[in-house]
């Protein structure tokens, strides 16, 4: 609302009224002086804040059995090009029906390739072995760099010690919840994984792990105490990135074990 200065019949009120409008006036051209320099100012911070922020990359975040288009494919559905066994040999898994498949005793597999920080994707399928019990039922692990276990567990319906269940981090974390499904149905695993941090050589922070498990929230940015059993061994250093191994599990409950896996990649987390 308007300011309203009523006219007064004095000369000296007149005056006064007069200085008094010159002042309201001035007031209100000062007033809005300054709100045009704060616009101005505000324009221009928005403006160089626009600058300073890089567009985001664009990224196909594919769908349903088709990774993202920045993600290194570790399983083309084919064959195990990207695959070895520890020792270098040609890996000795089995594919079918574009899934690979770890057979009784075909030892472990890893990748070719090498990672540190990364987002990573598995999609698995345990084998129905009602018969076997706690860790001898559906046993398999995704080794992360080489070193930390992600347990792979038929856990449905299977108690066993909680850090050793489904989507633990071996021996470390249990999960959240058990997000298990049946046997013999799909899974996921959608891991964020930091590698440690390191300084000539040597680790000087902890890595961290994220996991989803068919979606849920498993493990919430857990803090690696260090390396879980049956990872790789030193000389491997752990300061570089490690491939990722898939474990081959023995028990002698089972005398026959098929776990497959499919659709697995990576996105590198480094830059
Ligand atoms: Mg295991």
């Not at 309203?4 to 000296?12: A, F, Q």
């Not at 990359?57 to 195990?80: M, R, Y």
């Not at 347990?151 to 850090?163: K, R």
């Not at 390396?227 to 491939?243: A, I, R, W």
Request: proline fraction near 8%; hydrophobic fraction near 35%.
């Amino acid at each position: 609302m308007r300011e309203s200065i009523e006219p007064l019949g004095d000369p000296g009120d007149r005056l006064l009224a007069g200085a008094c409008k010159v002042a309201v006036k001035t007031a209100r051209m000062l007033r809005s002086a300054a709100m045009k320099a704060c616009l101005g100012l505000l324009v221009l911070a928005a403006a160089l804040g626009a600058a300073e922020l890089p567009q985001p990359v664009a990224v196909d975040p594919g769908g349903p059995g088709k990774p993202p288009s920045d993600a290194v494919v570790l399983f083309n559905g084919k064959d195990l090009s990207g695959w070895q066994q520890a020792d270098g040999a040609p890996a000795k898994w089995t594919v079918k029906n574009g899934e690979m498949v770890c057979n009784t005793e075909s030892g472990n597999i890893l990748t070719k390739e090498t990672f540190g920080s990364a987002q990573i994707h598995v999609e698995f399928a345990t084998p129905d072995q009602r018969e076997a019990t706690g860790q001898a039922r559906g046993n398999s692990g995704v080794y992360v760099q080489g070193r930390y276990e992600v347990q792979v567990l038929d856990s449905y319906n299977n108690p066993t010690y909680a850090d050793g269940s489904a989507s633990a981090i071996y021996k470390q974390s249990a999960p959240l919840v058990n997000a298990s499904r049946p046997p013999e149905q799909w899974q996921t695993y959608d891991i964020i994984y930091r590698a440690p941090k390191c300084y000539g050589g040597h680790i000087i922070g902890p890595g961290s792990m994220t996991i989803l498990h068919n979606g849920v929230l498993v493990q919430d940015h857990f803090e690696l105490q260090g390396p879980t059993p049956g990872g790789l061994k030193e000389p491997f250093d752990p300061c570089k990135p490690g491939p990722i191994l898939l474990q081959a599990h023995v028990h002698p409950q089972v005398a026959e074990t098929a776990m497959r896996f499919r659709n697995l990649w990576v996105r590198k987390l480094d830059h």
